[in-house]
């Protein structure tokens, strides 16, 4: 099995990773942050978003708020410097920030095997994976 997970992993098929509490790191001001941005320029913004410091989670959405960024601050006012400095790039029509009161769960369980996948998922798992890869998965 140890061949295995190292051949998925070298081949850029999944990333094995430790997922920590922020807290544990000081990073005790969490918020989710909606971007609303010119059309033109929300591939410039997203990119720039990644590069920041304590933003960690960037993705490209469908809808008014077209760019959303998870922020880990240490501290509310770095947590607010860095929505003013995410409200300046240029291109950003409108900001909302949902401040985290309470962090209740996170699960990264994409594999679920009670999961009810579409069958073009199941053909694409059935043709790409072995079954000890799914197995690994869950």
Known sequence: MRR?????????????????????????????????????????????????????YVVITAGEMNVMAEAACPTTDELYALVLTVRSLSGVARTETFVYLRLLGQNFEWSRSDAPWPAEVRAIQTAALEDLDVAIFR
């Open 4 to 56: 295995r997970v190292r051949a998925l992993v070298d081949d850029d098929v999944i990333a094995i990773t430790a997922v920590a509490d922020p807290r544990l790191f000081g990073l005790r001001s969490l918020a989710w942050l909606g971007l609303s941005v010119e059309p033109a320029r929300v591939e410039a913004v997203a990119e720039s978003l990644v590069r920041m410091p304590y933003i960690d």
